[in-house]
């Protein structure tokens, strides 16, 4: 098993603005997966991170919008840039190791955009 | 691209009951199915995961099926108690791509 420590755990942002949100493993992995859940929404995938490599983002997400940073193989980071009230969900960090195994997230972070 | 469904979107029954969440998936080309747990504030907790060569999976008072050929999947939950009340959700990890793909969650309460 895999324990996953995420924060912040919610914050209020101004229009405008970007979050940074902190994903740290207690064990080195070799890919992290940050996901969106948006209000009354299933979670989407928004990219996959490998260190040393540039993130892999899904349809409809850009790296503008959401740069992933992966130093290392047990920590990685999700900035919501230039925020919109539309960015206001909940972002979460995911792991399985190895892969098509069980999967273990953190404890999200609530993103409200005023 | 994988579609899952899960029925009913909530769900209140007393406690003591037995009950039945529903996932279904479009695409049976599958690795495996999860069943989360999510609680306010406090991410998904992995209740049971299914390989696609498995048909079920059991712990504690949670029972999951899986009938990749119908892209079934159900989570039995006995002798519900109020502690259970929280969002379940299903996901699916598809042979295609890195995401696991969710449901949109069947919120339960149990009441005492």
């Known amino acids: 098993s895999a324990v996953i420590s995420q924060k912040p755990s919610r914050d209020i942002c101004q229009r405008g603005t970007s979050l940074t949100i902190q994903c740290q493993v207690d064990?080195?992995?070799?890919?992290m997966f940050w996901y969106r859940q948006q209000p009354g929404q299933s979670l989407t995938l928004i990219a996959t991170?490998?260190?040393?490599?540039?993130?892999?983002?899904e349809s409809g997400f850009v790296i503008d919008k959401f740069p992933i940073s992966r130093p290392n193989l047990t920590f990685s980071t999700l900035t919501v840039s230039n925020m919109s009230p539309e960015d206001s969900s909940i972002y979460l960090c995911?792991?399985?190791?190895?892969?098509?195994?069980?999967?273990?997230f953190g404890q999200g972070t609530r993103l409200t955009v005023v | 691209k994988q579609e899952v469904t899960q029925i009913p979107a909530a769900l209140s029954v007393p406690e003591g009951e037995n009950l039945v969440l529903n996932c279904s998936f479009t695409?049976?080309?599958?690795?495996?199915l999860q069943w989360f747990r999510q609680d306010p504030g406090k991410g998904l907790t992995s209740l049971l995961l299914?390989?696609?060569?498995?048909r079920e999976q059991t712990s504690g008072r949670l029972n999951a099926s899986l009938d990749k050929s119908s892209g079934r999947s159900t989570l039995y939950i006995a002798a519900s108690q109020p502690g259970d009340s929280a969002t379940y959700l299903c996901?699916?990890?598809?042979?295609?791509?890195?995401?696991?793909?969710f449901g949109k969650g069947t919120s339960l309460l149990v009441t005492p």
């Open positions: 995911s792991v399985e190791e190895p892969r098509n195994t069980e999967a273990f």
């Open positions: 064990s080195q992995v070799t890919m």
């Open positions: 991170a490998n260190q040393g490599s540039e993130a892999t983002y």
């Open positions: 695409d049976s080309a599958i690795y495996n």
């Open positions: 299914i390989q696609s060569s498995q």
């Open positions: 996901a699916v990890a598809s042979n295609s791509g890195y995401a696991l793909n």
